[in-house]
């Protein structure tokens, strides 16, 4: 149809010029050449039309997702001009970012405002426990977490949005911090479970706040002499180490109240009483003065745990040495046994204290009431050894006497006879049922006399009072069984004595 429209079908021209049909004059022949360009140029107009659709075809085609072959991988389509329009622009970076800190710009190994006044570095803590108190190595373990505060304007950043940054440990490595460290410490660590605990918080204005969690294990000078009634005062000092006090100015930031615990320390053996903060100034004769905080804390001793395992069982040895004082004289194997048994008993609580404390050279509350409980464990082994020596010498006295006068041991009724220095000569002689031969001489006499103030019995006794009062002193010791008797009751009443002093002055 389209080549019958070019080729074969007239055109309006030809209608409206009927020179230039065919066979027509001849000056319709240059009306015929020209007739034939006007096809030409419509022939032109018809082929761009159908290039135009063809490249339009081509183009809707290339728009199309193409089926590619699986090769393990997934093929991202390419974006095209009009995708790239509806990507999201936050997430487009250009180039390198522009950091906010500017580190790189700045010399961070000198301090802020160098040269001039001394930067002020505020500090709080808050203890998280008190792990430890040893007696013997006279030091205390802590765990805290140490704050600081100052302002670092090389720090400071534009922002509208942000109020602060917060980084990690990593930072701390590029800019300057305050080099403080523990005084009189033994050991301290930053704790790094899972990473460093460090926390590093940056404001626009340039105000720096710096956390970290340390343990320390710090010295703490004990005083003993009241152990275990005693209350033990301990301080964590904290100190710039290379900057005087003209280059930093260390201070507690909310006084008082920039120490903070936790309501859940507690320890085995001692009672937290209080934590408060001091500061004054240090000096080192080669450096200068030098800004000190420092943290103190009161603790005092539980004593129900000493009472139970020192205080206790030394009184009760004491008291069990005083059963022998009712056991008789002739049983010396169970009075024996028993007075060793509570030395040596009192010689081990003594030495079980003692191995759990340090070796100070002063003398402790301790030490005062064990050995006086060893001192009245002792005596009444020596109390026992005096009676059996007393009794061993009385009978040797009376085994001579007996050995000297064979007769003396068939007095009527078992009884002896009392003698004073007014007898006569037929009273003295006139024994009944002895024969002539044992009548005693002036010197005989005298000897019996002594052997009868030895052996009197008690009812002899109310007879002759005045011969009693002036030989007291010398029937208390010859008379075994008073010796016990009165240890019965001094020893209870000195030891008695001795707690109530004892508690009032150390209590």
Not at 90 to 107: A, C, F, M, N, S
Not at 215 to 234: E, K, R
Request: net charge positive; aromatic share 12%.
């Amino acid at each position: 149809m389209l080549l019958q429209a070019l080729g074969e079908a007239p055109s309006q021209s030809d209608r409206r010029n009927p020179w230039c049909s065919p066979g027509g004059p001849p000056r319709c022949r240059l009306l015929e050449s020209r007739c034939g360009i006007a096809d030409d140029h419509r022939m032109t107009y018809f082929t761009r039309l159908i290039l135009f659709l063809f490249c339009l075809t081509a183009l809707v085609e290339s728009r199309k997702p193409k089926r590619r072959r699986w090769t393990g991988q997934l093929e991202m389509p390419k974006p095209s001009h009009l995708y790239k329009k509806n990507l999201d622009v936050t997430k487009i970076h250009k180039g390198k970012p522009q950091p906010l800190l500017r580190v790189e710009d700045h010399d961070f190994s000198m301090r802020p405002a160098f040269g001039g006044p001394a930067i002020p570095v505020g500090v709080d803590v808050q203890v998280e426990s008190l792990d430890s108190i040893s007696e013997v190595d006279m030091d205390f373990t802590m765990t805290l977490y140490l704050r600081h505060y100052w302002k670092d304007e090389r720090l400071a950043f534009p922002s509208t949005s942000n109020k602060s940054m917060t980084f990690d440990g990593r930072l701390v490595k590029k800019i300057w911090v305050p080099d403080v460290f523990f005084v009189h410490s033994k050991r301290s660590f930053t704790h790094d479970t899972t990473t460093d605990n460090i926390m590093l918080r940056v404001f626009p204005d340039g105000h720096v706040l710096y956390s970290m969690r340390i343990t320390v294990t710090a010295m703490c000078n004990m005083d003993f002499s009241h152990f275990p009634l005693d209350s033990q005062t301990c301080s964590l000092e904290l100190e710039s180490y290379a900057y005087t006090d003209e280059d930093l100015m260390l201070y507690w930031k909310n006084g008082d109240e920039s120490l903070k615990t936790d309501e859940k320390i507690s320890l085995s053996q001692f009672l937290i009483q209080k934590f408060h903060t001091t500061s004054r100034l240090a000096f080192y004769s080669s450096t200068g003065w030098y800004n000190r905080l420092y943290i103190n804390f009161t603790l005092r001793r539980h004593i129900f745990f000493f009472l139970l395992q020192t205080y206790f069982p030394a009184t009760l040895m004491v008291m069990l040495s005083w059963v022998s004082f009712w056991i008789d004289r002739k049983a010396v194997p169970a009075r024996v046994s028993l007075g060793i048994t509570t030395v040596l008993t009192m010689s081990t609580i003594i030495t079980g204290v003692n191995a759990s404390m340090p070796r100070v050279s002063y003398i402790k509350a301790v030490d005062i009431y064990l050995w006086v409980s060893f001192v009245f464990v002792f005596l009444s082994v020596l109390e026992y050894a005096a009676v059996n020596y007393l009794t061993t010498v009385q009978e040797r006295k009376e085994r001579k006497l007996r050995e000297k006068f064979p007769c003396m041991c068939g007095m009527l009724h078992s009884r002896t006879m009392m003698l004073d220095g007014s007898y006569s000569e037929s009273e003295a002689n006139s024994l009944a049922g002895y024969p002539r031969s044992h009548i005693l001489t002036e010197e005989e006499r005298q000897d019996k006399i002594v052997v009868h103030l030895a052996l009197s019995s008690e009812s002899n006794s109310s007879r002759k009072k005045g011969l009693l009062k002036s030989h007291m002193g010398l029937r208390i010791f010859q008379n075994t069984h008073a010796i016990d008797k009165y240890s019965r009751l001094i020893f209870p009443a000195s030891y008695i004595f001795f707690n109530l002093i004892y508690w009032s002055v150390f209590s």
